[in-house]
């Protein structure tokens, strides 16, 4: 099956020419161009979503589940680590006990048509206060071992985004390290030796940058200014139109080429009218595109990844590194090589974009989604 593109982001770089689809495979690149410029990326990769469509994942059935990555991959978002915000213990272990009786029915033959579900992203509990943001801080804790055992061995986990500066979190990092789990530094107030350290240990990324953690500073720089200059660091950010400046998104492409990724923060307000929502119990309220909690604060988005990688672009990155941030750069940030990546053999996990870069056909390991109710 030719998809009728012009060209393609084959493995990072561009490639003129059509693609073709065989047997839910990527089956060859670089064929006789269509005419109409349409083009090929590889189906994108949310590291942190909380919620789609009006469904809150903190307490998603798994037919809710459903329903999210219904939503997220007609808007071309075809994997995705369902976020979990810090909540009591036992609600969280609830939730990651439905997580993964979700993700267990992929391994049926009637695996639902929807964007793949990775590992669950713990943001939090472990987490500055000074940084909290949005998460009740009456269920923070400081760095607890015993406590991330329980959760970890409540259901998959693919990412924890902690406070590296809090006492113990060194600890947490070891172990999260030692089972396989991505350490990011987020909602933490640590100055640049503090943050130093925490790579040094193992932290790998930072969760939404600039955002809820100390930042750029000249004379006292923090955690956005050691994740821009650190090689081992992925930066993920928030291009909404809301959480970061055009320049600030520039600053990211340009100092850490290759290694910034795009991320949602998704909430249940994604794809909705205006209204209230919650957030893992917490009210807010989407108005003017922006997501607010009672204090006016930002509390998650209600963008889908596609306006990421359009607001990057718009903001003057160059298209292919603004859709490497939303494909190649998370799946290899997790290790994975069988998600965000356009090249012959893949699973056909694609999406055509318009010279407008919005989404107008997405295929799922080669079947294509119903693009009757995209957010866009």
Known sequence: MRLGVSGAVVDGAWCPGDVDVADGRVAAVGLPAARGGRIAVPGLVDLLCHGYAGVDLAGASVEDVATVRAAAARDGTTALCP??????????????????????????????????????????????????????PEHRRDPDPDLLTRLLDAGRVDVVTLAPELPGAG?????????????????????APAAHAAVDRGVRAVTHLYNAMSGLSHRAPGLAAVALTRPEVTATLIADGHHVAPEMLRLAAAAAPGRWALVTDATAATGMPEGPFRLSGVPVTLADGAVRNAAGGLAGAAAPLIRG?????????????????ATTVPARLLGRGDVGRLTPGASADLVLLEDTLSVTRVLVEGREMDQGATTE
């Open 83 to 136: 976020a979990l915000l810090t909540d009591a213990p036992e609600r969280t272990v609830a939730a990651l006990g439905r997580l993964d009786a979700a993700r267990a029915i992929d391994t049926l033959d009637a695996r639902p048509l929807g964007a793949r579900l990775l590992g669950a992203h713990l943001e939090g509990p472990f987490l500055a206060a000074a940084r909290i943001g949005t998460h009740p």
């Open 309 to 325: 990688v359009r607001t990057a672009v718009a903001a003057g990155v160059d298209l292919v590194a603004a859709v490497g941030a």
């Open 171 to 191: 600890t947490l990092v070891d172990r999260l390290r030692a089972r396989g789990v991505l350490v990011a530094a987020g909602h933490s107030d640590a100055d």
